[in-house]
């Protein structure tokens, strides 16, 4: 499984935009790059997902490298509900169909009013 | 659309028992995965089934087992509790599984203390 390298914490002032990177320098032609957030005490929620080409959702943007070894989430304007942990995780093909994510520790985003 | 339910939210056991959660995932929605939610290890992957089947299995031990019903509910079981598996069990539900395409669907999870 390709791993995946982020920062432990990031700060964002409320309303500028919340850039949180990535590194997956071993990821494999056929994976995906997801992005989920957490906040406190709730489960897991999606954000986005890519393969290459940048792409862009109601809730954010995300910034693949040409070479596929690093990526950028980007929330265009942070608000304080933005406060959340953000994990990068890369898809591996486990067998039978199936996907199995791999959640490292993520960023711990928050938001600065 | 009802998101995915887990119950019960909440639970206290003592070690050595055992224990049965339960998830109901998004109508419509054949694969059910399973989380383990640690302060110490993170988010750590349980196992999946798709139409009734295991098909994707995390590095736990056998006391941690699981099923899916007909209706594509599921239930996780853990036999012969330990201080260790005190934990957040998150529960996630997708239409094809965790494939390329598609994206996971989680539940608020059941948070289990073990005394």
């Known amino acids: 499984d390709a791993k995946t390298t982020q920062p432990p914490s990031m700060d964002c002032a409320e309303g500028r935009a919340a850039n949180l990177p990535c590194n997956h320098s071993t990821i494999s032609g056929n994976e995906y790059v997801y992005w989920y957030r957490q906040i406190h005490s709730q489960g897991p929620q999606y954000i986005i997902h890519?393969?290459?080409n940048n792409e862009t959702n109601e809730m954010a943007s995300l910034i693949i490298t040409e070479d596929r070894k690093s990526s950028t989430l980007i929330l265009p304007h942070a608000t304080l509900r933005d406060t959340a942990v953000y994990y990068c995780i890369v898809s591996a093909y486990s067998g039978a169909g199936s996907y199995q994510l791999t959640f490292g520790k993520g960023t711990k985003l928050s938001v600065i009013p | 659309k009802a998101g995915v339910t887990q119950t019960p939210r909440y639970l206290i056991k003592t070690r050595g028992q055992q224990v049965t959660l339960s998830c109901s995932p998004i109508s419509g929605h054949r694969s059910v995965s399973w989380y383990q939610q640690t302060p110490g290890q993170g988010l750590q992957f349980l196992f999946e089934?798709?139409?009734?089947?295991?098909?994707n299995k995390g590095n736990f031990p056998g006391r941690f087992s699981g099923r899916q019903f007909s209706n594509s509910r599921s239930e996780m079981n853990v036999s012969t509790l330990e201080l260790g598996d005190s934990a957040l069990y998150l529960c996630?539900?997708?239409?094809?599984?965790?494939?390329?395409?598609?994206?996971?669907?989680f539940g608020e999870g059941s948070r289990l203390t073990v005394l």
């Open positions: 890519g393969l290459k």
């Open positions: 996630a539900s997708s239409p094809w599984g965790t494939s390329n395409t598609g994206e996971l669907f």
């Open positions: 089934y798709f139409s009734e089947t295991q098909r």
